[in-house]
């Protein structure tokens, strides 16, 4: 039957009662308002409680580290472009493969494109990705004798290489701190937490990256962004985040309002002061 037979089958309402479904409909429809607690706050006052988000993360995770396997420079900067729209897990699965084949950056810059495309095809974008390898590690290889530049100019001017991957890099093996990686988990918790205050959605990477550098320690900005992807994966997942189970929800405006009916009786009952 189409759309328009079943619709004769529907009982009809009153122009009352659509309004108020309508109401209703939009009122569900409506993107959710920021949470309050977060955007009343003073910059100052963000900082402190970012601080305290980050004592309760080196508790969680003492030791958040990248989950991408690699052992050089290179093999991460090939690994960080890999995993561009897939999953560490899946990466990792290939780059033992891509990287046995092809250990240097002049091995990989001589490749034949279809080998390699061949290899990183379960990536996804695998004919994008297999171009910027390859392009990446005959710049690595041609301007920077095999070895993967240590700066944010330098990385960037690489083929396939943005300012995140960059900051992979930087950060995770060369201990620089340049800036923080927003990745869809950072970016998302960063909301969640009220960590961000300029951008408009959790793929603001550029606004995020700026608000969480003013609030967080710069020593500390290399591992908040792995304990947060750590914590993304673990606790607080786009779906259904663990409220009653996250240690950080006392320090989080958006405790309890994305969770299940269970979760926000127990936000009430913490607000309440009964725990
Ligand atoms: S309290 Fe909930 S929304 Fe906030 S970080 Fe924890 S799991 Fe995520």
Not at 208 to 221: H, K, N, S, V
């Amino acid at each position: 039957m189409g759309r328009s037979g079943s619709r004769q089958n529907q009982p009809v309402k009153s122009t009352a009662s659509t309004a108020k479904s309508v109401a209703a409909a939009s009122r569900r429809c409506s993107p959710k308002p920021p949470p309050t607690e977060a955007t009343d706050e003073s910059v100052e006052q963000r900082r402190r409680r970012a601080r305290s988000i980050l004592t309760q993360l080196r508790k969680l995770y003492p030791i958040a580290d990248c989950a991408l396997q690699h052992s050089s420079a290179l093999h991460l900067l090939i690994a960080t472009i890999l995993s561009a729209q897939s999953t560490d897990e899946m990466v990792n699965k290939v780059t033992p493969v891509l990287f046995a084949k092809y250990p240097t950056a002049a091995d990989l810059a001589a490749a034949d494109p279809a080998d390699v495309e061949r290899i990183v095809h379960s990536t996804g974008f695998f004919r994008q990705k297999t171009r910027s390898l390859i392009g990446a590690c005959r710049a690595i290889a041609e301007r920077f004798g095999g070895e993967v530049p240590a700066t944010m100019e330098e990385l960037t001017q690489l083929p396939g290489v943005a300012r995140k991957t960059a900051n992979v890099v930087l950060g995770t093996w060369f201990g620089l701190n340049e800036g923080v990686v927003v990745d869809t988990h950072v970016g998302r918790l960063a909301h969640r937490l009220g960590l961000t205050w300029t951008s408009r959605d959790e793929k603001d990477a550029v606004k995020i990256e700026q608000d969480l550098m003013r609030i967080l320690p710069r020593d500390a900005w290399t591992y908040t962004s792995h304990a947060l992807i750590w914590h993304g994966r673990k606790v607080c997942p786009a779906r259904k985040p663990d409220c009653e189970g996250c240690t950080l929800s006392k320090l989080c405006p958006s405790a309890f309002s994305l969770a299940s009916p269970q979760g926000k009786a127990a936000r009430r009952k913490e607000q309440n002061g009964a725990d």
